[in-house]
């Protein structure tokens, strides 16, 4: 299954400001996904990474907020803009495995705060 | 709309017993199920999947049922042992496309 790494791992960060979250895979994949998931809660879908193209957002999830890169096959990033106390969570990236009688892969995480 | 839930009150058991979590699910027919452990301040880990036309599925101390009559799926760790203590997530595919939809997960506790 694929590797991801995923920087910054955490973050205290003032409001207003935004942040830029990297996730790198050791090999190419199509599809990657964006999470978000808040204390005691479960994995929020943010956002669908699309090589190519523009992400695909979920409800409640706009670009402007949560701007979404793919440049490649391999690597994506995820800016959280404008931050708000209520943007503290914990953001995941995440692959579908290759065969999708697998689980997918997911980073390790960038736990925020906002300040 | 489609619901996965899980019992968000933590299990506490003693080592060497089996652990059994419950993942019920509402509103949608899941082609397949997988669960996952999440440590503190780590990223879900990949655990087993079970499709919808298969009742069991077995992994050395893990073993994953699915009853499409009830909509549940049951997670059992037999002969548990305290690095078995974890957060437990549920998921399973959403009808909107391939990335996953999860349950709030269950905080097992497995003491000495």
């Known amino acids: 299954s694929a590797v991801i790494s995923q920087k910054p791992s955490r973050d205290i960060c003032q409001r207003g400001t935004s942040l830029t979250i990297q996730c790198q895979v050791d090999s190419q994949v199509t599809m990657m996904f964006w999470y978000r998931q808040q204390p005691g809660q479960s994995l929020t879908l943010i956002a669908t990474?699309?090589?190519?193209?523009?992400?695909?957002?979920e409800s409640g999830f706009v670009i402007d907020k949560f701007p979404i890169s793919r440049p490649n096959l391999t690597f994506s990033t995820l800016t959280v803009s404008n931050m708000s106390p209520e943007d503290s969570s914990i953001y995941l990236c995440?692959?579908?495995?290759?065969?999708?009688?697998?689980?997918?892969?997911f980073g390790s995480g960038t736990r925020l705060t906002v300040v | 709309s489609q619901k996965i839930e899980q019992n968000s009150e933590a299990l506490n058991i003693q080592e060497g017993k089996t652990a059994t979590l419950t993942c019920n699910y509402t509103n949608y027919s899941p082609a397949y199920l997988q669960w996952y452990r999440q440590d503190p301040g780590r990223g879900p880990v990949f655990l087993l999947l079970i499709r919808e036309n298969e009742k069991e599925k077995r992994k050395e101390r893990l073993k994953v049922t699915f009853d499409t009559t009830l909509k549940q799926s049951l997670f059992h760790i037999t002969a548990s042992q305290p690095a078995d203590s974890a957060t437990y997530l549920c998921?399973?595919?959403?009808?909107?496309?391939?990335?996953?939809?999860f349950g709030k997960g269950t905080s097992l506790l497995v003491t000495p």
């Open positions: 998921a399973s595919n959403s009808n909107s496309g391939y990335a996953l939809n």
């Open positions: 990474a699309n090589q190519g193209s523009e992400a695909t957002y």
């Open positions: 995440s692959v579908s495995p290759v065969d999708r009688v697998d689980g997918y892969t």
